[in-house]
């Protein structure tokens, strides 16, 4: 079974802050993902990596930046946290051309 | 660019009784169709996928749902649900050509009552 890992399920973090979410895939997947989920408007995609140091901007990348060093791990960084970047971050993976993405179980993240 | 539209935010049901959660898209080329359901607390899990073939497509815990081409349309159903179906379900769509990445529609929470 793939195994998608994120390192914090909750984090409560302050205005300015600097603040890293950090995902870990077991099965070796050239794709990963970050999205922000807000009520009512689903998932919406930030940054995507399809290899080792490459990334792509999605739909909402400002306030945001990624970091893809090894092939399993793909952080996401927010360089001075605020109030509205409140929300639910999920990490995702997916093999190769497969369109079909595996899920971690979430990180709530609140901004004080 | 494609997008998707899950026309109710909210669906309540009473156990037992069957369900339909709705799903529009929209897209200037082919796309690929998914339902996930994201149970309370979780992240999301891929209920079923429609990628080629016939237009009905089962997945798990029961679920089906058809595509239809000239109504751009992916509707999920049940014929009879459980409490434990109480969760969210988004519809996702991918250009078949084009990139890994899905589009997601807005969700919709089945309240699944007693």
């Known amino acids: 079974d793939v195994k998608v890992t994120q390192s914090s399920r909750y984090l409560v973090k302050r205005t300015g802050e600097k603040v890293f979410l950090e995902c870990v895939q077991d099965m070796d997947h050239e794709n990963m993902f970050w999205y922000r989920q807000d009520p009512g408007l689903g998932l919406r995609l930030i940054y995507f990596s399809y290899d080792v140091k490459m990334k792509e901007k999605g739909d909402i990348p400002e306030g945001y930046s990624v970091s893809r060093e090894k092939k399993e791990r793909f952080s996401l960084i927010l360089e001075s946290a605020s109030t509205n970047q409140t929300s639910m971050y999920l990490c995702a993976s997916s093999f190769g051309d497969s369109k079909e993405q595996y899920f971690g179980p979430g990180t709530r993240l609140t901004v004080t | 660019a494609q997008s998707v539209t899950q026309l109710d935010s909210q669906v309540p049901v009473f156990e037992e009784a069957p369900v339909e959660l709705r799903c529009n898209y929209s897209?200037?080329?082919?796309?690929?169709l998914f339902w996930y359901v994201q149970y309370p607390n979780q992240g999301l899990q891929l209920l079923l996928k429609y990628l080629s073939g016939s237009t009905l497509v089962k997945g798990i815990n029961g679920f089906e749902a058809e595509f239809n081409k000239s109504q751009t349309s992916f509707h999920l159903r049940k014929p009879s649900v459980h409490i434990s179906d109480t969760a969210e379900y988004f519809c996702?769509?991918?250009?078949?050509?084009?990139?890994?990445?899905?589009?997601f529609g807005g969700g919709t929470r089945l309240m699944v009552k007693p």
């Open positions: 897209s200037s080329v082919s796309v690929y």
């Open positions: 996702a769509v991918s250009e078949v050509v084009a990139g890994n990445m899905l589009t």
